[in-house]
């Protein structure tokens, strides 16, 4: 019998697909800033690992599938029954390594909503494809980058709707009809969750928002960390990113847009190298490798860490090492023969 | 820019110029400028609706801090403004489109029309 890959695959997304919408549709209100603020800390991010594990249990596939790209001594290994409380325990009782999951995480479930909303529109505009098969001038062809602009445009439209801002609501549907979706279509949408995810995605950015704000005052009051604002460049593109070196987790980073809170960062420029911004997990697992260093005390360890070439793989190791800003203020500092780093 | 789209922040004369300046910067093409001049008329309503209905100073004016001076005051602003904190993450900074502007002038405009019936004219 000949395996059907595609149905299989269609399968797996339409399941990844009701998974999430039904989490929110019935618990999305837990995220609500209001409810979500009565918890403690670590049940923000109980919370937070039990909806990941539910909406996003591929991040273990994804992680290992991350760290397969690297020389085997250097792969960071997931044990068989990983789970992401493991982790939030892990940070219990220290400030701002909580804050740091918190950011990262609750930034993963938002942009898990806008993904999965995404699949929603690819599989509805493949249903419509099918449908219209004999009519050429009705069949739908987008591409990745105006499937994020329909994405962002029916997101506002259900938001709009649900604060009952008529304005708001209107101009999103003429940019939706702009790209020929009907109001049909927009119900079909409403029928099948994307409403509930729009409302998660809302949620979880305000979230990750209101955490990096909370993790800028303890950093600044802390002052033994180092975290900042880095300018990267992704091409012609610069963004701006919040970065924290979580010590023995490894470095946090984030996009952040707020205008004002990027002016609350100007005189925290991030000036080490961004080390893993494309990876699922934010763990204090280390590799091979990185124990090899690990086991040398700090004078020696720094030494160690300045011979590497690669800053981007010094800079990993130290912060897995838990190293502190003035610790790695002498990573980077100039030694006695002029070599800088 | 559809005139529609910010009739009530062109009754006032202040806004009013502003947006003459953001419709130029539509006119150009230059849809990221227009798009944060739009977010700072955004910022300084906020400021001065808080001060003039609450006799509150912000002077951490964060879209987060906003949203957290409504929670318990004004429901619909504090929906308004955690929508609006959703639609800066979405956006692309790089690749602010004339959909991302129009949207976000809707917003405003209609933030400003809900403040202006709540307390009169502030600005």
């Known amino acids: 019998m000949r395996i059907n890959y595609k149905k299989i695959n269609r399968e797996m997304r339409m399941e990844k697909t009701s998974r999430a919408v039904d989490f929110f549709r019935k618990q999305g209100y837990k995220f609500e800033l209001k409810n979500y603020k009565m918890l403690d800390n670590m049940d923000r991010l109980n919370l937070i690992a039990g909806t990941l594990e539910r909406i996003f249990p591929g991040y273990r596939i994804d992680f290992r599938k991350f760290e397969e790209k690297k020389p085997e001594a250097k792969q960071i290994e997931l044990d068989y029954d990983f789970d992401l409380h493991e982790i939030m325990e892990s940070a219990e009782g220290i400030p701002s390594t909580e804050k740091a999951l918190e950011i990262f995480y609750s930034n993963r479930i938002a942009h898990t909503c806008r993904d999965v909303q995404k699949q929603m529109l690819s599989d509805m505009f493949t249903e419509k494809n099918r449908e219209n098969a004999g009519y050429k001038s009705l069949i739908y062809h987008f591409d990745g980058k105006e499937i994020d602009q329909i994405a962002k445009s029916a997101h506002r439209y259900f938001i709009a709707e649900s604060n009952m801002n008529t304005k708001a609501a209107n101009i999103a549907q003429r940019q939706l009809a702009k790209n020929g979706i009907t109001i049909d279509e927009i119900e079909i949408l409403r029928k099948r969750g994307y409403d509930a995810l729009a409302k998660g995605y809302v949620d979880c950015m305000a979230i990750k928002d209101e955490a990096i704000a909370e993790s800028i005052k303890i950093l600044k009051e802390d002052k033994t960390q180092s975290f900042g604002l880095a300018k990267v460049k992704n091409g012609k593109r610069e963004e701006n990113v919040f970065v924290i070196d979580v010590p023995c987790f490894g470095q946090m980073s984030v996009h952040i847009y707020d205008e004002k809170l990027i002016t609350l960062l100007s005189d925290n420029e991030y000036r080490y190298p961004i080390c893993n911004a494309d990876n699922v997990l934010l763990i204090d697992k280390t590799s091979e490798y990185q124990e090899s260093f690990m086991l040398q005390d700090t004078p020696e360890l720094i030494e160690s860490l300045r011979k590497l070439k690669s800053r981007r793989e010094a800079h990993e190791i130290a912060v897995k090492a838990g190293l502190q800003k003035d610790e790695l203020e002498m990573l980077y500092k100039t030694n006695d023969e002029g070599d800088e780093r | ?123």
């Open chain 2, 1 to 123: 820019m559809d005139k529609e789209m910010v009739e009530n922040l062109e009754k006032n004369n202040y806004l009013k110029e502003k947006l003459a300046i953001i419709d130029k910067l539509i006119k150009e093409q230059d849809y990221k400028e227009a798009y944060f001049k739009l977010a700072a008329i955004l910022e300084y309503i906020n400021i001065k609706y808080i001060k003039h209905k609450f006799n509150m100073d912000m002077p951490n004016s964060t879209v987060m801090n906003i949203v957290n001076t409504y929670e318990d005051k004004d429901e619909k602003l504090f929906k308004e403004m955690l929508n609006i904190n959703a639609e800066y993450n979405q956006v692309d900074t790089n690749d602010v489109t004339i959909d991302d502007v129009e949207y976000l002038a809707s917003l405003v405009d209609s933030i400003y029309k809900y403040m202006v019936e709540s307390t009169g004219e502030f600005i």
